[in-house]
């Protein structure tokens, strides 16, 4: 349940950061994408941004799109900031400018500051 899914990803964000256990990110991994393949918003963010920097797994910048494009979905601000730049860059995902500044609206409706930077980039250029 719900729980289940927090702990799991709690357990893997303490093996991240060495908090109580020993730092390990590849065991990080394996807590935290049990959580991500259960729904958990701040799982799958979190599983995006190890796709997208390569910690503890290969980085595979197509995979960090989708998930973060399922935490995005759920309403999680950092995932869809960084879904908008995927988008902006074509990082993962085609180039596409509109989808980019759709993701960060949304991010920005729910106050994120670096959303509301890049839309003003956005609309810079």
Known sequence: ???TRFAQFN???CFQQ???VPQDSAEAVRWIRLAADQGQRNAQSNIGMCYEHGR???QNAAEAARWYHLAAAQGHANAQVNLGVAYAD???VAQNKAA???WYRLAV???HVSAQLNIGVCYEN
Do not use: E, K, M, P
Request: proline share 0%.
């Open 90 to 92: 074509g990082t993962g």
């Open 100 to 102: 980019s500044v759709r």
């Open 56 to 58: 503890g797994i290969a």
């Open 109 to 111: 409706d729910v106050g």
């Open 18 to 20: 060495g908090a109580g």
């Open 11 to 13: 357990l893997g964000v």
């Open 1 to 3: 349940g719900r729980h």
